[in-house]
């Protein structure tokens, strides 16, 4: 939940400057000295930035909780998932730069902020999607579908973690580490197709991009 809101409201508003951008013209000073990827690899790691030191702040307010309150959890039965916790940190920034990438790609499509958040509802809806499942990942949270819904990237950091903070043991160190494989592949193939919609949305004319012009353009 910390992840999605990180990442919606981070990207919402680099969707917001870069519709300002294109409307005032900026872009067109920007794009004589760097290209359409360095200014979206400049943004991103901007919005990663932002990102992780959010939930660095947010995990370390956990752990020191924690830490403070040790000895009253273990009295009530509450046990703190540490590991959790420092593989949340790994996961939250994988999934940080691949959702990141893709709606920064497509929001850069719009027009104006507003167009460009109409075009990211597909990557909202399929990453809230994992979460129609909760209950059953409650129940069965090393279940057939929560380990298969672990090698999707866009619910892979969220199960991983979900997972580990349920039942540590359940967990294979595979699964671990074929999932940050997954994350990493993953985010490869969304900065380029990011950088591609990137670079599209900053060459097509003003007005609603149509998807006529976005094949064109990427033919281009």
Do not use: C
Not at 15 to 37: C, F, Q
Not at 142 to 152: P, Y
Not at 194 to 218: E, F, H, N, T, V
């Amino acid at each position: 939940v910390l992840m999605f809101i990180s990442v919606f409201t981070s990207t919402t508003e680099l969707i917001n400057g870069t519709a300002v951008e294109k409307e005032n013209r900026v872009v067109d000073v920007l794009l004589s000295s760097a290209n359409p990827e360095e200014i979206m690899a400049g943004k991103l790691l901007g919005l990663a930035g932002t990102g992780l030191l959010q939930v660095t702040i947010w995990f370390g307010m956990f752990g020191i909780a924690g830490l403070v309150f040790a000895g009253v959890l273990s009295a009530a039965g509450v046990e703190i998932p540490w590991s959790a916790i420092l593989i949340g940190v790994v996961f939250f920034l994988m999934g940080y730069l691949f959702l990141g990438s893709l709606m920064l790609g497509t929001g850069a499509l719009g027009s104006n902020a507003k167009e460009g958040q109409q075009w990211n509802i597909v990557w909202i809806l399929i990453t809230v999607a994992p979460m129609i499942f909760m209950e059953s990942f409650i129940r069965a949270p090393h279940g057939t579908l929560a380990q298969v819904m672990t090698w999707i990237p866009f619910s892979s950091a969220l199960l991983v973690v979900f997972r580990t903070a349920m039942d540590p043991s359940g967990i294979a160190w595979w699964e671990i580490l074929g999932a940050l494989l997954v994350m990493l592949v993953s985010i490869r193939l969304a900065l380029r197709l990011g950088a591609k919609l990137y670079r599209i949305g900053l060459l097509l004319p003003s007005g609603r991009a149509k998807l006529g012009d976005i094949l064109r353009q990427a033919r281009l």
